[in-house]
């Protein structure tokens, strides 16, 4: 009799100790799945072999970049890596993009927000998006964005393009060099990655790159990756004419005459109050003009 009840002991540790394995196993992925959707609070890093969230929402790019030729065709998607830069290097993936057939086969327009993502200012903006079924891309700061993730995670989450934008936007320190420039960009990558578990490709120069960039500034970026996109439209509303809302409207109306692709920059930090109440009258303009809206990605045409 003891030998039996000895054995029926054991049975149950036995079931015991295989139901916490397997629970411990669940809850371990889980966590992982839970840091890669940006659903830890505390930002913790991406867990090395499972880079990034998967989606329908946006192309996420292989480690050797080859789906990216066949998949970058829907200008309304955008892309992400997996890895970060800094990740590539230790595993020795490719970081320079293949050649890529730039998208410009019919009238697009892109909105792009820089300075974000502000509290106040890129949730008005990112409403109004939404209430129009339109994407548009977000150059961020890492600063605003260790400041402001969860509006961040918001734009990643409601399929709009993220693009790195410098780290603080300090262009006295982030012009000294290209050695400068290209540590802020990885910085801010960082920042992203541990965020929202994915890096973007797409980078904005604070300022645009006229007057800015010297020539080893551009092989820089092309040899980390990145691709850079200035704008050929704007709304004025970072400039000391400080326009209200219909003068930014008519500044857009007069620099998209004549372009197919219109990339349009406006600002989403704070102080940007009449560039929200300018958008929607943006929108129905460039609808009227017979323009789609797309989000920038490495094949997106330069301005």
């Known amino acids: 009799m003891d030998k039996k009840v000895w054995r029926i002991a054991v049975l149950i540790l036995l079931i015991i100790v295989f139901a916490g394995v397997a629970g411990y196993t669940s809850w371990q992925r889980a966590g992982i799945r839970s840091a890669a959707s940006g659903g830890n609070e505390g930002g913790a890093a991406l867990q090395q072999d499972e880079p990034g969230p998967e989606s329908d929402a946006y192309i996420l790019s292989r480690g050797d970049y080859s789906n990216l030729a066949v998949e970058l065709t829907d200008v309304s998607r955008p892309v992400y890596d997996r890895y970060t830069?800094?990740?590539?290097?230790?595993?020795?993936?490719?970081?320079?993009?293949?050649?890529?057939?730039?998208?410009?086969?019919?009238?697009?327009?892109?909105?792009?927000?820089?300075?974000?993502?502000?509290?106040?200012?890129?949730?008005?903006?990112?409403?109004?998006?939404?209430?129009?079924?339109?994407?548009?891309?977000?150059?961020?700061?890492?600063?605003?964005?260790?400041?402001?993730?969860?509006?961040?995670?918001?734009?990643?989450?409601?399929?709009?393009?993220?693009?790195?934008?410098?780290?603080?936007?300090?262009?006295?320190?982030?012009?000294?060099?290209?050695?400068?420039?290209?540590?802020?960009?990885?910085?801010?990558?960082?920042?992203?990655?541990?965020?929202?578990?994915?890096?973007?490709?797409?980078v904005r120069a604070p300022g645009g790159t006229a007057g800015m960039f010297s020539a080893d500034f551009y092989p820089a970026l092309t040899e980390a990756g990145y691709v850079e996109h200035d704008w050929n439209v704007s709304s004025e509303d970072a400039t000391p004419k400080r326009p209200d809302a219909a003068q930014q409207i008519r500044f857009v109306d007069q620099m998209t005459n004549g372009k197919n692709t219109a990339l349009v920059l406006m600002h989403c930090c704070g102080g940007k109050e009449q560039t929200v109440k300018a958008l929607q009258g943006i929108i129905d303009l460039l609808r009227a003009k017979g323009y789609r809206f797309g989000v920038v990605t490495p094949i997106t045409p330069h301005p």
Do not use: W
Request: one cysteine or more.
């Open 85 to 202: 830069l800094s990740q590539r290097r230790e595993k020795g993936l490719p970081t320079v993009l293949p050649p890529l057939a730039v998208y410009d086969k019919e009238k697009v327009a892109y909105l792009t927000f820089d300075d974000g993502p502000d509290h106040k200012n890129t949730p008005a903006i990112l409403d109004i998006l939404k209430n129009n079924g339109i994407h548009a891309t977000f150059y961020v700061t890492g600063q605003m964005c260790e400041k402001n993730p969860d509006i961040l995670r918001r734009i990643f989450q409601e399929g709009h393009a993220i693009g790195n934008h410098s780290y603080d936007h300090d262009y006295k320190k982030l012009y000294q060099s290209k050695d400068h420039f290209m540590a802020e960009l990885e910085q801010t990558d960082e920042v992203i990655f541990r965020l929202i578990g994915v890096r973007p490709f797409i």
